[in-house]
């Protein structure tokens, strides 16, 4: 992850490797990333913003997409830039606007909204660890910008 300002924007990369193994069958001879991935790129990215931008005290889902608009293949062998901005925001609601590129070209724009609900419901003591790492591995080198406290002491607290 690049940059996360709470309530506002996510920005995060990902690399876009030949050795992915969705590559061997969509397609061997030019592989492309299914747009199915890119959809949930979006969906990911809108969530770590959400739920980070709550202290963690909310879980947030996809709730639909609008107007996606695939527009240049994202292939093997750069990164892939995402990101998320709050169009609407809200505590049970947000909207939010997407955009993925790669090497400077827009490949791929979307809206999407999510709904939240109290993430204390979803997540059982046994879960909680592997939920503390992945977003320790999420959150590793990224830039907080709007945060008082970091969000990692966050999560280490709503998780307690």
């Known amino acids: 992850m690049l940059r996360l300002a709470r309530g506002e924007e996510i920005i995060a990369v990902c690399a876009v490797s030949a050795q992915d193994e ?7 001879a030019k592989p492309v990333m299914p747009a199915s991935l890119l959809l949930e790129a979006f969906a990911q990215a809108g969530t770590i913003l959400l739920e980070v931008g709550s202290s963690f005290s909310r879980k947030a889902f996809p709730a639909f997409i609008e107007n996606a608009k695939f527009r240049r293949l994202v292939i093997p062998g750069s990164e892939m830039r995402i990101e998320m901005r709050v169009a609407v925001g809200g505590e049970e609601s947000s909207l939010l606007a997407g955009r993925i590129l790669q090497a400077g070209a827009l490949c791929a724009t979307a809206s999407m909204g999510f709904a939240t609900a109290p993430l204390g419901e979803f997540f059982a003591p046994t879960h909680r660890d ?12 990224a830039e907080f910008l709007g945060f008082s406290t970091p969000p990692l002491e966050e999560l280490h607290r709503a998780l307690a």
């Open 22 to 28: 969705y590559f061997a069958l969509h397609f061997p």
């Open 130 to 141: 592997l939920y503390r790492r992945l977003y320790q591995a999420w959150l590793a080198g």
